[in-house]
C-alpha cells in the first residue's frame, strides 16, 4: 500500500498522504494521465518534498491552479516552486513550417553578417590607403613566421607524402604499359596544379584559419574589440587587414615549398620501385611541367589564404558568448575554410581552362 | 554647471524584443562622478555601451556634448580591463596615443609612463596583462582610458571582484582623478561602499518596473520611501 493517494474528479485533484521522491516516477505516471487541475487540495497531505512539488508546478504550467487546505511549511515550498502567480505556458510547439522559416531567417542573418563584413572591408582598405585608419603592419611579420615559418614542417611532410602515395598507386599502372618514366609527368602536373595547393591550404586553415578565429573571438568576448572602438581604432583595418596580408604572402610561399616536397615524394617511388634514375625523373619532369603549371597553383594558394584568413577573423569578430562561442567559432572557421578552397578550386580550375591554361 | 550627458525617454535592451528599460531620462553634469545602479541584468552596463557609442538606443535621445574632435573624447574601463593581452602594460597605454598623435615614439613612451604613475603602476610597465592581479588590471585600464585626456570617462564596474581594501583604493583612485582633471565620470556599480563613496549623483534602474526607479544623491536615494530602492540599499531579498 503506497503512502500515497491522489484522489479528485475533473479539475480538482486531491493528494493525500506522503509524497516524496521515492514514489515520484508513480505520482507523475498518474499526474500526466489527468486533466490538469483547476485546485489541488493538499490539506490531507503529511509530507511533499520539492520533486514531487516540481511536479505540481509542472502540471500546472501556465494554469491559474489554486492550492487549499496548504500547512505552513507546505504553503512555504509551493510559494518557492509555484511562486506567486501561474508559471509561465510552455511555449508552443513549433511546427515544422515555422522551423523553417526561423532556419532561413538565421541563414538571411549569417549573409547579412558576411556581407557587412565585406563592406567593412572594403572600406578598411580604402581608409587605409587614404591615410584615414592605421593596420597594425608592424604585426604582419609576426604572422608570416607563425604561420608560415612554424607551419613549414608539416606542409613538407604532408606534401611529400602525397607525392609519395600518388606515385606508388600508379606504380602498378605505369609498369603494365611500361610507361614508368610517366610517373614525373603525373606526380609534376597533379602536385603544381592542384594537390600542393590544396593540402597547403588545408593546413592553413586547419593552423592559421582556425588561429585568427580563437585569437579575434578571445579578444571579443574580453571586449578587447570594444576597446579598440572606443579608441576610435577600426578593428578590420587594425586586426584582419595584417592577418589576410600575412596570409597572401605566406600560402603561395608554402605551395611552392610543398611543390617540391611532392615532386621529391614521386622521385623517391619512381627511384626505389620503378627503376627510375633521379636524372631520368627530372628530365621527364622538366619536359612536361611548364611555368604555367605552378603558377596557377601559386595563384590559387594566394586567394585561399585571403579567403582562409577572412573567414577566421569574420568568424573570429562575430563570436558570440564565452569559451562556447569562441569554439563554434574556431570549429565553424575550419568547416567554412574547407568549403571555400573546394569552391575557390573548382572556380580557378573552369576559369584557368577557359584561358587555356 | 551643464549637461554633458542628456538621456530623454531612452529605451534600453539589446533588441526591441528585450527590452530592459523603457523612457528612461537622465542628466549628467560636467565634473560630477554620476552612478548607474541596478541589480545584475538590469540593463546598467547595456547604457554604458550605449553612453560609450557601442550599442545604440532601442529609442529615445542620447546626446553628448563632447568637443568634435578628430580623437575619441571618451575613455572607457570594461569590467575585465579588456586590456591587450599581446601587449604590455605599457604597450597598451601606449596604443591611442600612436594612432591619434603625431607625437614621437620617446614621447609616446613618457606619457605612457606617467599615465601609469598617475594610477599607482610605473613598476609594472612592462608587464603583460596575464600578470597582474585584478585591481592592477583595472587601474592599467584607467590608465589606457586616459591617455587621450578624454573629459568624460566611463567605469564598468570597477570594485567588482576586488577586495574591500582595494577596491576602496581604487575608489579613491577615481574620485582623485575625477576631481584633480576635471573629469565627468559614469560609473556602473552595485557596490554599497562605493555608492557613497565616489558618487554625486545616481540613477537606479529596475528591471521589475524596466524604468528609473529613482535618481538623486546617494543620500537622497538612502532616504526614499520606495520598498525596492530600500531592499537595494539596505540589501534585503525582495521576494522570501
Known amino acids: 500500500m503506497p503512502a500515497w493517494q491522489i484522489l479528485g474528479r475533473g479539475d480538482r485533484l486531491e493528494l493525500v498522504g506522503e509524497l516524496r521522491l521515492d514514489d515520484a516516477a508513480a505520482i507523475w505516471s498518474v499526474l500526466r494521465e489527468r486533466p490538469t487541475p483547476q485546485t489541488i487540495d493538499v490539506s490531507r497531505v503529511t509530507l511533499i518534498d520539492g520533486t514531487v512539488m516540481a511536479l505540481l508546478a509542472e502540471l500546472t504550467r501556465g494554469v491559474p491552479a489554486e492550492l487549499v487546505g496548504a500547512r505552513p511549511e507546505i504553503a512555504e515550498l509551493a510559494h518557492l516552486y509555484l511562486g506567486a502567480g501561474p508559471i509561465r505556458p510552455r511555449p508552443p510547439h513549433e511546427a515544422a513550417l515555422a522551423r523553417l522559416g526561423g532556419a532561413s531567417r538565421r541563414l538571411a542573418h549569417s549573409l547579412g553578417d558576411v556581407v557587412r563584413f565585406a563592406g567593412e572591408l572594403a572600406a578598411a582598405v580604402v581608409s587605409v590607403a587614404r591615410r584615414e585608419q592605421t593596420a597594425n603592419w608592424r604585426s604582419v611579420p609576426m604572422f608570416i613566421e607563425r604561420a608560415g615559418a612554424d607551419g613549414l614542417p608539416i606542409v613538407l611532410l604532408l606534401n611529400f607524402l602525397v607525392g609519395f602515395v600518388g606515385a606508388y598507386q600508379s606504380t602498378d599502372q605505369l609498369r603494365q604499359f611500361g610507361a614508368n618514366i610517366y610517373v614525373a609527368d603525373i606526380i609534376g602536373v597533379s602536385v603544381t596544379r592542384e594537390l600542393a595547393p590544396l593540402i597547403t591550404a588545408i593546413i592553413v586553415s586547419g593552423r592559421s584559419g582556425a588561429a585568427f578565429a580563437a585569437e579575434l573571438g578571445t579578444m571579443r568576448v574580453s571586449e578587447e574589440i570594444d576597446a579598440l572602438r572606443t579608441m576610435g581604432i577600426a578593428p578590420v583595418p587594425y586586426l584582419v587587414l595584417p592577418r589576410v596580408v600575412a596570409l597572401a604572402v605566406v600560402a603561395p610561399v608554402l605551395t611552392l615549398l610543398g611543390d617540391v616536397a611532392g615532386v621529391l615524394g614521386g622521385l623517391v617511388v619512381g627511384v626505389t620501385s620503378l627503376g627510375l634514375t633521379s636524372r631520368g625523373y627530372l628530365t621527364e619532369l622538366r619536359s612536361m611541367v611548364v611555368a604555367s603549371d605552378v603558377w596557377t597553383g601559386l595563384v590559387k594558394s594566394a586567394m585561399f589564404g585571403i579567403s582562409i584568413a577572412l573567414i577566421g577573423c569574420r568568424q573570429g569578430l562575430t563570436t558570440r558568448g564565452a569559451a562556447a562561442g569562441v569554439g563554434h567559432g574556431t570549429t565553424a572557421t575550419v568547416v567554412e575554410c574547407l568549403f571555400s578552397i573546394v569552391v575557390l578550386d573548382t572556380l580557378c580550375t573552369v576559369v584557368f581552362r577557359g584561358f587555356g591554361l | ?240
Open chain 2, 1 to 240: 554647471m551643464t549637461d554633458l550627458v542628456i538621456a530623454r525617454d531612452l529605451a534600453i535592451g539589446w533588441t526591441p524584443e528585450a527590452v530592459l528599460i523603457e523612457h528612461a531620462s537622465f542628466e549628467v553634469r560636467r565634473g560630477e562622478i554620476f552612478g548607474i545602479l541596478g541589480r545584475s541584468a538590469a540593463g546598467k552596463s547595456t547604457l554604458l555601451r550605449m553612453i560609450a557609442g557601442l550599442t545604440e538606443p532601442l529609442a529615445g535621445e542620447l546626446v553628448l556634448d563632447l568637443p568634435h574632435d578628430h580623437r575619441p573624447s571618451l575613455g572607457v574601463m570594461f569590467q575585465q580591463g579588456a586590456l591587450f593581452g599581446s601587449m604590455t602594460v605599457a604597450e597598451n597605454v601606449e596604443l591611442p596615443l600612436e594612432r591619434w598623435t603625431d607625437l614621437p615614439a620617446d614621447a609616446i613612451r613618457a606619457i605612457a609612463r606617467a599615465k601609469l604613475r598617475l594610477v599607482g603602476l610605473e613598476a609594472a610597465e612592462q608587464v603583460l596583462p596575464t600578470e597582474l592581479s585584478g585591481g592592477m588590471r583595472k587601474r592599467a585600464a584607467i590608465a589606457r582610458a586616459l591617455a587621450l585626456e578624454p573629459p568624460l570617462l566611463l567605469l564598468d564596474e570597477p570594485s567588482s571582484g576586488l577586495d574591500p581594501i582595494t577596491s576602496a583604493e581604487l575608489d579613491q583612485l577615481i574620485v582623485i582623478l575625477a576631481r584633480t582633471l576635471g573629469l565627468t565620470v559614469v560609473v556602473v556599480t552595485h557596490e554599497l561602499g562605493s555608492i557613497d563613496a565616489i558618487l554625486d549623483r545616481c540613477i537606479l534602474l529596475d528591471n521589475e518596473s524596466r524604468s528609473i526607479l529613482a535618481q538623486g544623491t546617494p543620500e537622497e536615494l538612502h532616504a526614499s520611501a520606495i520598498p525596492r530602492v530600500q531592499h537595494f540599499f539596505h540589501r534585503t531579498p525582495e521576494h522570501v
